[in-house]
């Protein structure tokens, strides 16, 4: 079982930078996937950027452009960098896994992006 812990939420104001980060309880280099979703009060759980073993990667169209997703095999943690931040960036941000057939979440990191 992998457990994933995400860490790098906050306040930020518009137009600001924030960095994410998730830490998976064991090696990533095995890991066929991972990524984040966020998810409003009311909304379904949204993608918002994922990157396969090989490196392939895939952004969601609102945030093309000014997130990057990237993993550190090394340290096991796959970080999203999120970049001109909007108000509604706002919510909480999750951490997926999927291996050997199995999904697995984190707990959740709260962004808030206000002035």
């Known amino acids: 079982q992998v457990q994933l812990v995400e860490s790098g939420g906050g306040l930020v104001q518009p137009g600001g930078p924030l960095r994410l980060s998730c830490t998976a309880s064991?090696?990533?280099?095995?890991?066929?996937?991972m990524g984040w979703y966020r998810q409003g009060p009311g909304n379904q759980r949204e993608s918002v950027a994922s990157i396969i073993s090989t490196g392939g990667t895939y952004y969601s169209a609102s945030v093309k452009g000014r997130f990057t997703i990237s993993r550190d095999n090394a340290k096991n943690t796959v970080y999203l960098q999120m970049n001109n931040l909007k108000p509604e960036d706002t919510t909480v941000y999750y951490c997926?896994?999927?291996?050997?057939?199995?999904?697995?979440w984190g707990q959740g990191t709260q962004v808030t992006v206000s002035s």
């Open positions: 997926e896994a999927i291996s050997r057939g199995f999904d697995y």
């Open positions: 064991e090696s990533i280099f095995n890991i066929y996937q």
